[in-house]
């Protein structure tokens, strides 16, 4: 299925080629990127029908896949803001493969519930900060959702090795050596196949250059006027 999604072409389409695709778990200016991912699951949408075709899925009369009586479909909830016209992109894309996957917008009481349950196939999250540690947020097994606490592995991906680079990661202070950590830890959790990058987060901002006093952070979800000044 990820080899049906060409990522560049999304991003044109929905966002005027403003925002950039995503190929991997850090953007491309997080330090620590590992710039390898950008090699996995290239567009190939015959190569995703080949593939689909070699597991026993076949294309069914409304052109949705079947195997052994079971149509080959997915639940894909997107709760605002979280776009839900990317979610009905990739449902258009995943049709033409013959994979019929249903977008529901949902509330965040439901992606709450959904994720307790594990009863979801796709949802869509993103964390904005400046350091590869936050590939812990979303990947070690400490994180994995529970009963009454709301945690981000939603993948619930349990992997001593993976836990344990993130623990060398904070360890290490030397630049290089970390980022090698980090790079690791990324292709594990890519191929793992678990989690397909869309595209980056961009924070839009629109300020008077007439003014003085303005600071902007690179990982933060706002901007604070209180220091700005007419220049």
């Known amino acids: 299925y990820f080899k049906a999604v060409d990522r560049q072409a999304l991003c044109e389409n929905l966002f005027f080629?403003?925002?950039?695709?995503?190929?991997?778990?850090?953007?491309?200016?997080?330090?620590?990127?590992?710039?390898?991912?950008?090699?996995?699951?290239k567009p190939n949408p015959r190569?995703?029908?080949?593939?689909?075709?070699?597991?026993?899925?076949?294309?069914?009369?409304?052109g949705v896949r079947v195997k052994d009586g079971q149509r080959l479909s997915g639940f894909y909830g997107a709760p605002p803001p979280l776009?839900?016209?990317?979610a009905v992109e990739i449902q258009a894309v995943a049709k033409r493969v013959g994979f019929d996957l249903k977008?529901?917008?949902i509330t965040f009481a439901r992606n709450q519930q959904l994720v307790f349950d594990n009863a979801f196939d796709m949802l869509p999250v993103r964390w904005?900060?400046?350091?590869?540690?936050?590939?812990?947020?979303?990947?070690?097994?400490?994180?994995?959702?529970?009963?009454g606490k709301y945690r981000y592995n939603w993948m619930q991906l349990n992997d001593p090795k993976l836990d344990a680079l993130f623990a060398?990661?904070?360890?290490?202070?030397?630049?290089?050596?970390?980022?090698a950590v980090y790079a690791?830890?990324?292709?594990?959790?890519?191929d793992s196949?678990?989690?397909?990058?869309?595209?980056?987060?961009?924070?839009?901002?629109?300020?008077?250059?007439?003014?003085?006093?303005?600071?902007?952070?690179?990982?933060?979800?706002?901007?604070?006027?209180?220091?700005v000044t007419p220049a």
């Open 17 to 41: 080629g403003l925002i950039d695709p995503a190929y991997g778990t850090l953007s491309a200016d997080t330090p620590g990127y590992w710039k390898g991912c950008e090699d996995m699951y």
């Open 47 to 62: 190569g995703a029908a080949a593939l689909l075709d070699q597991a026993g899925w076949k294309p069914g009369p409304d």
């Open 83 to 86: 776009e839900p016209d990317t």
């Open 103 to 105: 977008v529901e917008t």
């Open 128 to 147: 904005i900060q400046a350091d590869p540690m936050c590939l812990e947020n979303l990947f070690h097994s400490s994180n994995i959702p529970a009963p």
């Open 168 to 179: 060398q990661g904070r360890a290490i202070t030397d630049p290089d050596k970390r980022n």
């Open 184 to 190: 690791e830890a990324q292709k594990i959790i890519m």
């Open 193 to 227: 196949a678990l989690w397909f990058p869309v595209h980056n987060q961009v924070q839009t901002v629109a300020y008077r250059a007439a003014k003085k006093g303005y600071h902007f952070a690179r990982a933060s979800w706002v901007v604070l006027f209180q220091d």
